[in-house]
């Protein structure tokens, strides 16, 4: 019974204490956006779903940067299915305990600015319309640990791409789930080394 109220409270301990440790200089974050949905804000918008793996390294506590990977399709009711890429860099901020104006939620979370640009496009089905060009994006999200070392997201972007292509520039305001893997630099060279 002791050894149950023990490791309860170690438990306990651990779901509710502030998220400090992985977003500390020298850390990597791995992981992306599994679900993503957005509203368009062009004539004719409908619906887009991707998945977009990120990486990242904190070059100091609290600021990552590193890179993203975005495909995807979407498409509106009476039209084409177009397919979407991109790859680029992407920054992240997360805001100290005192910077966020209330309290984290159970105080196991943090608020975080993400940012990124790169190239990109969208392509349809039939070939004629399409995009190429600079992709962009910007906005808030928040990070719920539910381990010290594994985070879920929940993140609202403006994204666009100032496109060379027959559609010109887009935009949209997308709202992105999914998690992210926070490894300290020996775990991850321990990962690495295993692997090989």
Do not use: C
């Not at 019974?1 to 306990?12: N, Q, S, T």
């Not at 992985?22 to 004719?44: P, R």
């Not at 209330?102 to 496009?121: M, Q, S, T």
């Amino acid at each position: 019974m002791k050894k149950l109220l023990l490791g309860a409270f170690v438990l306990g301990a651990g779901l509710f204490s502030v998220a400090n440790a992985q977003i500390q200089e020298g850390n990597w974050m791995v992981g992306g956006s599994m679900a993503s949905a957005n509203f368009g804000l062009n004539t004719g918008a409908g619906y887009n779903v991707q998945i977009m793996p990120k990486g990242a390294y904190f070059i100091k506590d609290n600021v990552a940067v590193g890179g993203y990977v975005n495909l995807g399709f979407m498409g509106a009711k009476g039209s084409e299915t177009t397919y979407n890429y991109g790859a680029g860099a992407l920054g992240r901020y997360y805001l100290a305990p005192g910077q966020q104006g209330v309290d984290n939620l159970l105080k196991h979370g943090r608020w975080f600015l993400e940012g990124n640009l790169g190239i990109g496009g969208q392509s349809g089905t039939d070939g004629g319309d399409s995009a190429n060009g600079l992709d962009y994006g910007f906005g808030p999200g928040y990070s719920y640990f539910i381990t010290p070392n594994i985070g879920l997201e929940g993140l609202v972007k403006y994204t666009g791409n100032a496109g060379f292509g027959n559609r010109g520039t887009t935009s949209n305001i997308a709202f992105g789930l999914g998690f992210q893997i926070y490894l300290p630099t020996s775990k991850a060279k321990q990962v690495i080394n295993n692997v090989q």
